[in-house]
């Protein structure tokens, strides 16, 4: 596996980072450029997604509560903004905005908290380079310096907690999953996968960044893997290499399962 995966990232032209820890042994596997700085794109979701559950927790609070969806809120590349959604439940809210990545419904849960407030509970779990620094589509901001940005290992150590369920109870961890189990971008890690294999993950991607990172359910071996591609050209050839990166991971551990690697 090292070798394949030496050679592939030797090819690539843009700069991959990628992480991978075996759930069996606790081990980490592989990694490469994890713990560099790059900017989140739409993954930042995942933490907004863990401390709004973390919160609801605390307060003893509701999915169900219809939340106000504001103008100023609204963007493209949002079915909510396609609908002219004024109102959604916070559920809704956090589906639209991790299974196909609604930049309006992340605004809105943005809003809910607030961005010190996520960064504050970000560095509480151990997160110490993920911040939330703009809203989605605020390209202005963007230009002033303040990005959302992240690392691998950041990552690793978040969806190591999730799969744990060492950040929420049972029940708040399970609506988690099942979100990051419902998302419908497969054009990256399962991309040639042929194996009707089971994957709680989420996807980011701008002009010049492609990423997708999440826990692997493969049979008896379940794994975390993340790939994260910057100073990217060409997004299709980007997410072609994640493909062949996790490709090349979920053939490692099926053939250590059937004892033939």
């Not at 959604?85 to 930049?103: V, Y």
């Not at 996968?193 to 008896?220: M, R, Y």
């Amino acid at each position: 596996m090292h070798k394949q995966l030496n050679r592939i990232i030797a090819q690539c032209p843009y700069k991959v980072h990628v992480i991978v820890e075996d759930y069996n042994t606790n081990e980490i596997v592989w990694e490469n450029r994890d713990k560099e700085i790059f900017s989140s794109a739409s993954i930042i979701k995942v933490p907004i997604l863990i401390a709004i559950l973390a919160h609801l927790q605390k307060m003893n609070g509701n999915l169900n509560q219809v939340i106000e969806i504001t103008p100023e809120n609204m963007v493209e590349f949002s079915v909510i903004t396609e609908q002219r959604q004024t109102r959604a439940t916070l559920h809704e809210l956090l589906l639209w905005m991790t299974i196909t990545s609604d930049n309006t419904a992340t605004n809105v849960c943005i809003d809910l908290l607030g961005m010190e407030a996520f960064n504050n509970y970000f560095k509480e779990i151990g997160l110490h380079n993920t911040r939330v620094q703009r809203k989605m589509m605020d390209f202005e901001r963007q230009k002033l310096g303040f990005d959302n940005e992240t690392t691998a290992q950041d990552m690793q150590q978040l969806f190591r907690q999730i799969y744990r369920g060492t950040l929420l109870t049972k029940e708040w961890n399970a609506v988690a999953l099942d979100i990051l189990s419902r998302q419908r971008s497969h054009e990256s890690l399962k991309r040639y996968i042929v194996d009707d294999v089971k994957i709680a993950h989420k996807t980011g991607g701008l002009d010049t960044v492609d990423h997708d990172t999440g826990i692997i359910f493969a049979k008896e071996r379940d794994y975390f893997i993340g790939v994260f591609i910057t100073e990217v050209t060409d997004n299709d050839k980007a997410r072609q290499t994640i493909g062949t990166i996790s490709k090349i991971v979920y053939d490692h551990f099926i053939k250590q399962e059937e004892g033939i690697d």
